[in-house]
């Protein structure tokens, strides 16, 4: 296969459940050896996009290719990808030795290579002290490790993550995303689904927001901040008292709302263009309120998605029903 085939391309994806669009004319062409981020909501359409790469579902319309291999082909397609949906795909009674054996006996090694292969994957994931431990006692962020190492017994070209660190800590949240980054730099290519900006932010290559089954924005994380065409003006002053008048003289120099926060000494202003946010630095040192810290930087992705939708990505979709669980 050349090199310069696309990881993923797809054509005018449509997947309906009764009434219901789920996804509704995607197009995608993803490159291979990237993070892809399918931003959205629940509800969004997302997971219905991967199960139908995956090729669980088949489409009601449209066309895709998995590194070149047609979904139609379901076998050649297979054969290239794997996929950890949102919830456990291992035995939960099994160890988590026990299931890695499993796998790769079920993959076709043979049980001295299965023992080896084990033992490879629970030390790359941290798991070598759980390996004897049923995976029932395991913690959340252990399961989502147990589930990844089962997802690429045999490495695969592509791989779907559908939301892998939901529910997570910080901590078990930062070991999956140390995991994926490592997964990309050995060349696998990877589709995740997140309603977690600051993990498209920070994993993915290139982001698609979706909402109600379609594309809306396209492009990388500084692309899709820069469309927004503005940022944030954050000011912190020295006295809590001199905030009522900070207020009302940033909102009369920039013309927009500006809000508090539980910080007693915090403003904050969306949407700001860098020159009106030095005037308004400049106007505030005139009439001597002293500030103590202020930025500003790009929009966040929170707010570019703000922008794009008219609501917070964590805000729940009126067709939530359209997403069926991998």
């Known amino acids: 296969m050349d090199d310069t085939t696309p990881a993923i391309k797809a054509r005018g994806l449509v997947k309906h459940y009764g009434e219901t669009r789920a996804v509704d004319g995607v197009d995608l062409d993803i490159p291979r050896g990237i993070v892809f981020g399918l931003l959205g909501p629940n509800g969004a359409g997302k997971t219905t996009i991967i199960r139908m790469l995956a090729t669980l579902v088949t489409p009601d319309s449209g066309s895709a290719e998995v590194l070149g291999h047609d979904l139609r082909d379901g076998d050649a397609v297979r054969s290239v990808v794997s996929l950890t949906g949102q919830f456990a795909s ?11 054996i499993l796998l790769c006996r079920l993959r076709g090694f043979a049980r001295a290579r299965a ?20 995976v029932k006692t395991y913690s959340g962020g252990m399961r989502r490790r147990i589930d990844i190492a089962a997802s ?23 070991q999956v995303w140390s995991i994926i980054r490592a997964l990309v730099a050995a060349g696998t290519t990877v589709l995740l689904t997140t309603q977690y900006l600051d993990e498209a932010d920070q994993l993915a290559d290139q982001i698609a927001v979706i909402e109600h089954g379609k594309v809306i924005a396209l492009g990388t994380s500084g692309e899709l ?69 202020f930025a500003h930087g790009q929009p966040s992705l929170d707010e570019v998605f703000l922008a794009l939708t008219g609501r917070p990505t964590s805000s729940s979709d009126d067709h939530s029903h359209a997403e069926v669980p991998a």
């Open 90 to 100: 291992v035995d939960e009674d099994l160890t988590g030795s026990e299931n890695l």
């Open 115 to 134: 023992r080896e292969r084990s033992a490879q994957l629970l030390a790359a994931f941290g798991l070598e002290e759980a390996a004897a431990r049923q």
């Open 152 to 174: 690429i017994v045999v490495t695969p070209e592509v791989l779907f993550l559908d939301e892998p660190t939901t529910g997570l800590d910080p901590r078990s949240r930062n």
């Open 225 to 293: 901040k820069a469309s927004v065409g503005s940022g944030s003006l954050t000011v912190r002053l020295v006295n809590a008292e001199d905030r009522p008048a900070a207020l009302e003289l940033l909102a009369r120099e920039l013309d927009i709302d500006v809000e508090t926060s539980t910080d007693p000494v915090a403003l904050v202003a969306r949407g700001v263009q860098p020159d009106a946010a030095a005037a308004a630095l400049g106007e505030l040192a005139r009439v001597g309120i002293a500030t103590s810290d």
